[in-house]
């Protein structure tokens, strides 16, 4: 490696975008693109109930595709695209890759706003059986994760899939690096998981309100401040932005400003802890004269037991192999009462939205001279 090949890997380290996964990023999605144009014939098929106003009488389909562990490593191996040096870097073994891919009547994205695809994923290992092991021939391999996919797109793309490979590289990638940060922690520390982190994705996903909207917006908020979560969103925004023919900072902040990372910084940014107070004090109907009490009520249990309710999760993920530290949780100063709590948060996820903002236009240089 000379020395210009050496100053751009630190630079790319330091920017969140790692070389490191760049290799299995574009083999992944080469391996789902050609999975569905070989075998979109051949996938089991469902249609779907169409819950949009105007498109209830027409259909959807649902195709589903699994592949394999063996199949994943096999396409992965063989890819012209692999290289043995590369890999070692981030050796990715056998993994469990499924996805479902479900078509929509042409019209129907545009009138409600949306782009497609719309592509949700998730990455998902147990810290349990976590482990770095060798294999003859191969040596270290790291192969404790699998991925899952949702696909949603126009009917019409499936003539072209191509169209989807962009959207579909980004979501990998956030993926991906998901599995990259669990391998160098693991490999630096030997310890496993997000630690505390992991115990607020799980505690926000628990902790949802069945009687008010504000509260789960932020639970969500919480989601995207993770920084573990931001890092991952690095990656994801670099791929998603890289072919877009950017060639000032002008085009950098339009294209940044349709993606979903900015709609998530914004999230974070307009966050108010006033309209959390106001939320369980308007009457605009019977049923909220009805269910503001159970509001304010939760509200306040919440509060007063947040940091009880965090030990419980974290203790369920120490005893399911979760690496998690000892935390003491929020003050009882700020739980005195939730405007002073919910200020709290207010300010940290305004410092948040200000990191991931600093994140993004660092990428700007790397996208300009790739």
Do not use: C
């Amino acid at each position: 490696m000379n020395l210009r090949q050496r100053i751009k890997l630190i630079l790319n380290e330091a920017l969140g975008v790692p070389d490191d996964i760049d290799m299995v990023v574009n083999i992944y999605t080469d391996l789902i693109i050609d999975t569905i144009k070989n075998d979109i014939d051949k996938a089991d098929v469902n249609q779907v109930q169409i819950n949009v106003e105007k498109y209830e009488d027409e259909e959807a389909f649902k195709y589903d595709f699994k592949i394999s562990p063996k199949e994943s490593w096999e396409y992965l191996k063989n890819s012209p695209l692999f290289n043995m040096e590369q890999w070692k870097k981030f050796p990715t073994f056998i993994n469990r890759i499924s996805f479902s891919l479900i078509t929509f009547p042409d019209g129907m994205f545009e009138d409600q706003n949306v782009t497609s695809p719309q592509i949700e994923a998730s990455h998902v290992f147990q810290p349990s059986t976590f482990q770095v092991r060798e294999v003859k021939k191969w040596g270290e391999v790291y192969s404790i994760s699998s991925y899952d996919f949702s696909i949603n797109m126009k009917e019409s793309e499936l003539d072209d899939i191509e169209k989807i490979r962009t959207k579909l590289k980004s979501v990998i990638a956030h993926e991906i690096f998901h599995s990259y940060q669990l391998y160098k922690k693991y490999k630096g520390t030997s310890k496993v998981g997000y630690g505390k982190e992991a115990v607020m994705n799980s505690f926000q996903q628990i902790l949802q309100s069945q009687w008010n909207p504000e509260w789960n917006k932020f639970m969500r908020g919480i989601y995207y401040a993770l920084r573990f979560e931001q890092q991952a969103r690095t990656p994801q925004l670099y791929y998603e932005l890289k072919d877009k023919g950017i060639k000032s900072y002008e085009d950098f902040m339009e294209e940044l400003s349709k993606t979903e990372y900015f709609n998530e910084m914004n999230f974070l940014r307009n966050f108010s802890a006033q309209n959390m107070i106001d939320s369980v004090k308007k009457i605009e109907s019977f049923d909220d004269l009805i269910f503001q009490g159970i509001k304010s009520q939760e509200f306040k249990e919440n509060i007063e037991n947040w940091n009880d309710y965090l030990q419980i999760v974290a203790t369920k993920l120490r005893a399911n192999g979760v690496d998690v530290d000892n935390f003491k949780g929020i003050s009882e100063k700020v739980r005195q009462n939730p405007k002073t709590f919910f200020e709290y948060w207010e300010k940290f996820f305004e410092k948040r939205a200000d990191e991931m903002f600093r994140r993004a236009v660092r990428l700007y240089d790397k996208i300009k001279e790739d």
